[in-house]
């Protein structure tokens, strides 16, 4: 729990699940937290498009799959209507081809529903930062929807080579290219993975099991 949390510091939480048991338990998760306030529950696209137009929220956690609808709907909503929202994915299901939809819609993070409910919080917590987060799990199942096949061969290579930190003269002769156009391969990779910077580049690709680290 985070002390002293005034309503103005307080991340400003929607769940999205068609599911009333599971929205009534992830409430409970977050109500032990006086830093995260449930501003808002909805069970369907329509009913989180709604909220989203007159409550303002910080972070979505939303369910991959929702009855008559889908969670990867309701981040593109949110991306159009609420950009200032991140979204976190929450699923219980190994729907490999969903996250990685999710993903490119523009969710910041995935978490199973498996999950211990720090990691639940941990994860909102983080994409509210403004930075991505993965589960172990969540990463494993979109690298197994053959998410590096979205990179070229030669990004694929300068990716690798960006992992121990090189720079882009460091990658051009390593590679026989120029640093113009590496600079190239750079920006679309930081494209392909939404991010906004070599750092977090590395991290995600990490985490992705895009690249391997000895």
């Known amino acids: 729990m ?19 048991v599971i929205r009534y338990g992830l409430r409970g998760i977050f109500e032990r937290h006086r830093d995260i306030e449930v501003m808002g529950e909805a069970a369907g696209e329509q009913e989180a498009f709604a909220l989203c137009r007159t409550s303002p929220c910080d972070v979505a956690l939303l369910d991959v799959r929702l009855g008559g609808g889908s969670g990867v709907t309701v981040v593109r909503m949110l991306r159009k209507f609420a950009p200032t929202c991140r979204a976190v994915m929450l699923t219980g299901y190994g729907t490999e081809r969903e996250l ?36 172990a799990d969540a990463a494993r199942l979109l690298a197994e929807s053959r998410f590096s096949a979205r990179l070229t061969g030669r990004e694929q290579q300068v990716l690798e080579l960006m992992v121990p930190g090189n720079r882009n003269r460091g990658i051009a002769k390593a590679l026989g290219l120029t640093e113009e156009t590496v600079k190239g391969h750079v920006k679309q990779i930081l494209g392909k993975l939404g991010v906004r910077d070599r750092t977090e580049a590395v991290s995600t690709a990490i985490r992705l099991g895009l690249v391997r680290v000895d």
Request: glycine share 8%; proline share 7%; with cysteine.
């Open 100 to 135: 990685h939809d999710a993903v490119e819609a523009g969710a910041f993070g995935c978490v199973l529903k498996s999950a211990d409910p720090p990691e639940i919080v941990t994860a909102v917590r983080t994409v509210h930062a403004g930075r991505r987060y993965f589960s």
């Open 2 to 20: 985070t002390p002293g949390a005034s309503p103005s510091d307080r991340i400003r939480l929607l769940i999205v699940d068609d599911h009333s």
